[in-house]
Nanobody
Framework: QVQLVESGGGLVQAGGSLRLSCAASGTIFSIYVMGWYRQAPGKQRELVADITSDGSPNYADSVKARCTISRDNAKNTVYLQMNSLKPEDTAVYYC?????????WGQGTQVTVSS
């Protein structure tokens, strides 16, 4: 059974940084696209960034200049480094593992950015 466990969320002031981590277990981590999504209250879940099995990243325009996604296949972990955080980045951030026959989610970690 796949488990995706996020960590690293919290409360930060605007302009600050956070590094989110997602540890995967029960999966062949290295073959899947890993992604970070977020959902703010009253809004739909949206893609923040994802990264292919060979390490090619993709970012939402809203975070492109401020975030870096990376993965460590040896540790079955994907990271999201977020800098210059804004209040509008406040949301629950979810880790996602995606393949042809797979689409699994973590439980989410709250990120709150105060102004």
């Amino acid at each position: 059974q796949v488990q995706l466990v996020e960590s690293g969320g919290g409360l930060v002031q605007a302009g600050g940084s956070l590094r989110l981590s997602c540890a995967a277990s029960g999966t062949i981590f290295s073959i899947y696209v890993m992604g970070w999504y977020r959902q703010a209250p009253g809004k739909q879940r949206e893609l923040v960034a994802d990264i292919t099995s060979d390490g090619s990243p993709n970012y939402a325009d809203s975070v492109k200049a401020r975030c870096t996604i990376s993965r460590d296949n040896a540790k079955n972990t994907v990271y999201l480094q977020m800098n210059s955080l804004k209040p509008e980045d406040t949301a629950v951030y979810y880790c996602n593992e995606r393949g042809i026959y797979r689409n699994d989610w973590g439980q989410g970690t709250q990120v709150t950015v105060s102004s």
